[in-house]
């Protein structure tokens, strides 16, 4: 009996033996991404950086398009917003430093990427990739993130003929947004501006709109416009594979969406308790659509959080009603942006305009919710949210080459 246990043991410790040899990397390569696909993209990225073996599986882009599908029908795992900020060099108004940040203890710690830049303004934010405007029509993609890509986005060919016509017209006041199609699940950007001339305001009224797929050469103009008199305070948010923009038409709060797929406008109801002469966001937050709105009185700020969880039928939740003091008046709410951070969301105010005020943090986790207003740089232009992904712009034309970018920040893209 004892000889019997014995070999027993000796039998289980060898088939033990033999099954770590087994590993993940044996797996048909079908079951393998359908399994990686499930995961967050930083868990990604932190399991190619320890188990090599499985780095190129990482890479390979039916992964990539397997979890960009997941994202955009809302079936991935839940991506933790990171924050970015965007900072315009000292004695420069064109170099720009793009820093990741992390709020540790009540502080912005600085990230592990950084990237400098050389254009102006930032016009739309999708996932890890980030849009750069400059004062002429040019746009660019980066993705600061890991490989560190920039893309030069196509010009128009009409821009161009009319440029060159003897009554000279640009398209101006250009704004931008971008998501995914949910049908072929292609990146497409929508750009909305004016044909016009510098001189003559009264043609910048007329609204002309265009769709560039991102494995395009060219911009496609579309028959789907906005109202003549649209216009935003703040930059474009994109949920649910849409893009959207809260405006106000006629005096009237509303949100104008574009739907990627169909490729046309449309307007997306407002919830019906909102109380709309509140300061209203426009924000993601855990991926889905949201309102925040905040009323002022005295020291004390009530803050709203509509989310629109069903997208589809347009129904929006009251997740969030809380009163908190922060240290800031009704006029500092007015020219605040809002977006969503690891625990809840911020408010971040403009130094142009408040100079001795940055920004608020609300830790929604805690009750009654904790306020708190990290330390920041007086160079700081914009503190943005994004989310991790696999998007990549290595397969797509114009790139610029990354090896010019370096993630100490003492050399800048010059696009």
């Not at 188990?51 to 390979?60: Q, R, V």
């Not at 579309?222 to 893009?243: K, L, Q």
């Amino acid at each position: 009996m004892e000889i019997e246990t014995k070999k027993m043991k000796r039998q289980c410790c060898s088939n033990h033996n033999t099954a770590k040899l087994v590993g993940m990397e044996d797996l048909p390569n079908t079951i393998l991404v359908q399994i990686l696909s499930k995961l967050p993209s930083k868990s990604l990225f932190c399991f190619g950086c320890v188990y090599k073996a499985l780095s190129s599986t990482i890479d390979d882009q039916s992964l990539i398009t397997l979890h960009n599908r997941l994202l955009a029908d809302n079936e991935a795992a839940f991506e933790v917003p990171q924050l970015m900020s965007i900072a315009h060099k000292a004695r420069s108004d064109v170099i720009c430093t793009m820093q990741t940040r992390k709020c540790v203890r009540s502080s912005l710690k600085r990230g592990k990427y950084a990237l400098n830049v050389s254009c102006q303004d930032l016009c739309f934010v999708f996932r890890n990739l980030f849009g750069f405007q400059l004062p002429t029509e040019h746009c660019f993609i980066v993705n600061p993130l890991r490989r560190k890509e920039v893309v030069r986005l196509p010009t128009s060919s009409n821009t161009q003929e009319l440029a060159e016509s003897s009554n000279p017209k640009v398209l101006v006041g250009c704004f931008y947004g971008m998501g995914i199609d949910k049908d072929t699940y292609k990146l497409k950007i929508v750009r909305v501006g004016s044909f016009g001339s510098h001189t003559d305001i009264t043609l910048h009224k007329l609204k002309i709109v265009h769709v560039l797929e991102l494995d395009e050469a060219s911009w496609r103009e579309i028959s789907s416009v906005p109202p003549d008199d649209f216009s935003y305070d703040e930059m474009a948010v994109s949920a649910c594979g849409d893009v959207h923009w809260f405006t106000q038409i006629r005096g009237r709060s509303c949100v104008l969406s574009f739907d990627f797929t169909k490729e046309e406008f449309s307007w997306t109801p407002m919830p019906p308790r909102l109380d709309l002469t509140n300061k209203i966001h426009l924000l993601t937050f855990r991926g889905a659509l949201t309102l925040s709105a905040t009323s002022s009185s005295g020291h004390t700020n009530h803050i709203e959080i509509w989310v629109l969880k069903d997208y589809e039928r347009k129904v929006w939740t009251l997740d969030y009603a809380v009163d908190v003091d922060v240290f800031c008046d009704s006029h500092i709410l007015e020219i605040a942006t809002c977006g969503e951070w690891e625990h809840g969301i911020y408010f971040y105010y403009h130094r142009f305009y408040a100079a001795n005020l940055g920004s608020t943090f609300l830790d929604l986790r805690s009750t009654p919710v904790r306020c708190f207003s990290p330390p920041l740089g007086r160079t700081f232009t914009y503190i943005v949210s994004y989310t991790g992904s696999l998007l990549s712009l290595k397969n797509y034309d114009n790139l610029v080459d990354a090896n010019e970018l370096v993630s100490d920040g003492r050399r800048s893209t010059k696009l």
